[in-house]
């Protein structure tokens, strides 16, 4: 069976570094190891308008961010197909009939859009299209024949759905469609990067995020205000690491290489920390190194964002390619679910042949 990688992002706003260490880190080195067949990328455009239908010029503005952030991080549309959501009609289609395989209450299960639907105050009254969003996504990734979603832990909830949909699918109307695999960060820091107030998620509305396009000033001035330990007021007081942002952004960044470079004192995290919790090393000390770090991971992807600014009908050009190649593929798996559900009567001579007889045997 082939390999294929599908996973995509809601175009709502620019990505930040929680994006980045929970996955787009993660699809480069999938997209250059050379073991997947295929690649797709998808800007998840209507996705993103299941809750923000009064604003769509919102989602139309960031899907040209979004995609400049993907070219700068290294996904490279000669490895992987990047496309919009909303151009690929087969999709739909497809979600129309997985609609039949699933229920109300295992859509009220889902523990994301649980969150998601306390989040946006939707509880008195639900849009549909918001509700039965996981449905979706379950078609974004079939249609593509996925047998690899990587993604963040939020999304675990919509990849059981997925393959809970493929098995009666599979089931009712014979093999036809392939069950995915979530494909989860392997480090702990990087599943769940806290915003920069210590809060539990980077979120725009929250104003606790670190962008990918941010400046190097910008960069500095946010780690400088970085949440860490309330408590350790003096440079000589102990102090904690669970829960302190600077420590799990280093848990997410730093390499032994980096103590070399930047702050040679320290042979290794555990050490660095282990200074921290006895007291005597102050907080400053500690963001200088990781915005050091963080430049040094952050510069180049900040660099070559600002080269593919200079040509963004080219990056236009670039996406229609990908969504042209990306309804073909669709499309081939729509054929196999037309034929398997026998929605397909033009494709089926046998059929015709069969009733034309059938009707004719009286005479
Ligand atoms: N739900 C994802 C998000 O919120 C976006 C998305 C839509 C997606 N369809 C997908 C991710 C299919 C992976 C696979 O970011």
Do not use: W
Not at 40 to 49: E, N, P, S, T
Not at 135 to 151: E, G, N, R
Not at 169 to 187: K, R, S
Request: hydrophobic share 35%.
């Amino acid at each position: 069976m082939k390999k294929i990688i599908l996973t995509g992002d809601r175009p709502t706003g620019k990505l930040h570094i929680g994006h980045f260490v929970g996955s787009l880190k993660r699809r480069v080195e999938l997209q250059n190891s050379g073991e997947f067949d295929k690649v797709f990328i998808m800007i998840a455009d209507a996705q993103a308008l299941t809750d923000n239908v009064d604003n769509p010029e919102k989602v139309r503005q960031n899907i040209i961010e979004v995609a400049l952030d993907y070219l700068a991080c290294g996904i490279d549309p000669t490895k992987s197909t990047i496309f919009i959501q909303s151009q690929i009609a087969e999709l739909c289609e497809l979600s129309f009939y997985y609609m039949n395989l699933v229920t109300v209450a295992r859509l009220q299960r889902n523990p994301t859009v649980k969150t998601e639907i306390q989040m946006r105050n939707f509880e008195s009254s639900i849009p549909v299209g918001f509700f039965t969003y996981p449905i979706s996504q379950a078609a974004d990734i079939t249609a593509f024949k996925a047998t690899t979603v990587p993604v963040g832990e939020d999304q675990k909830p919509m990849l059981e759905q997925t393959n809970e949909i493929v098995r009666r699918f599979n089931h009712i109307y014979g093999e036809t469609l392939v069950e995915p695999q979530i494909l989860l960060p392997d480090n702990a820091a990087c599943l769940r990067l806290p915003g920069t107030d210590g809060k539990a998620k980077m979120s725009k509305s929250l104003g606790n995020c670190i962008y990918l396009s941010e400046t190097a000033d910008e960069l500095q001035k946010k780690i400088k205000s970085m949440y860490t330990d309330p408590d350790h007021l003096r440079v000589q007081d102990p102090g904690k690491i669970e829960g302190n942002t600077v420590f799990t952004y280093l848990d997410a960044f730093c390499r032994n290489e980096h103590f070399e470079r930047y702050l040679n004192e320290y042979p290794n995290l555990d050490e660095l920390k282990a200074h921290y919790q006895r007291g005597g090393l102050g907080d400053m000390k500690v963001k200088k190194f990781l915005g050091a770090i963080m430049e040094e991971e952050l510069g180049p992807i900040r660099e070559r964002r600002k080269e593919f600014e200079k040509d963004i009908p080219a990056i236009y050009e670039m996406l229609k390619k990908g969504c042209d190649t990306a309804r073909a593929a669709a499309a081939d798996t729509l054929a196999d679910v037309r034929r398997a559900m026998k929605i397909n009567y033009f494709e089926d001579a046998e059929l015709i042949a069969e009733q034309a007889k059938r009707f004719n045997l009286g005479e």
